[in-house]
């Protein structure tokens, strides 16, 4: 069993819903949401249980913000050590299709850098550079968000999702 949860990533939050539901209880105890009929992602387990079961965000999660090219911003809590292509695809942010995994070989990761972060993100690698030849569209601030990874020094983090990927 632990193995397979091994395999598959899971927002802390949906853990929560994981977790009750083999209590017995199928809502989330905080939003009282049902228990997701697939559970699809690895335990994000920077999250603790509090003694009630209600899943305390550790203080090590970063904020990012992913802005949409209509200029719809949606901010979310992402854990330090993964990338920021893992914390958009944990929230299900629009845009960001990663086919390759994080391997950095599709570049449909690609993001806009908002210049005030572009110093704490630093320059992509040649390996990056090369990649990003085959993102749509590629300007200044221009990375694979795969090859970002989060850290407490990119807290606020604004990335712009292109308007497409290719
Ligand atoms: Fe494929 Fe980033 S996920 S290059």
């Not at 209880?25 to 690895?42: D, F, H, I």
């Not at 809590?77 to 960001?96: C, W, Y």
């Not at 972060?117 to 040649?126: E, I, N």
């Not at 200044?140 to 407490?152: A, F, H, P, W």
Request: net charge negative; aromatic share 4%; proline share 5%.
């Amino acid at each position: 069993m632990f193995a397979a949860a091994e395999a598959v990533r899971i927002r802390p939050h949906d853990l929560l819903k994981c977790l009750n539901s083999l209590l017995g209880q199928t809502n989330c105890a905080r939003c009282n949401s049902e228990l997701p009929p697939a559970v699809q992602m690895v335990l994000a387990t920077r999250c603790r249980p509090s003694p009630t079961l209600s899943w305390e965000i550790s203080e090590n999660m970063i904020k990012i913000t992913f802005i949409q090219p209509d200029g719809a911003a949606q901010t979310v809590d992402a854990e330090n050590g993964l990338t920021v292509m893992e914390a958009a695809k944990l929230n299900d942010i629009a845009g960001i299709e990663a086919e390759c995994g994080g391997a950095c070989a599709c570049a449909t990761c690609h993001v806009y850098v908002d210049e005030a972060f572009r110093a704490a993100t630093g320059k992509p690698a040649a390996m990056e550079e090369d990649m990003l030849d085959f993102a749509f569209d590629v300007r200044d601030g221009s990375r694979l968000c795969c090859q970002i990874k989060i850290t407490s020094a990119i807290d606020g983090l604004v990335v712009r999702v292109p308007a497409k990927q290719f």
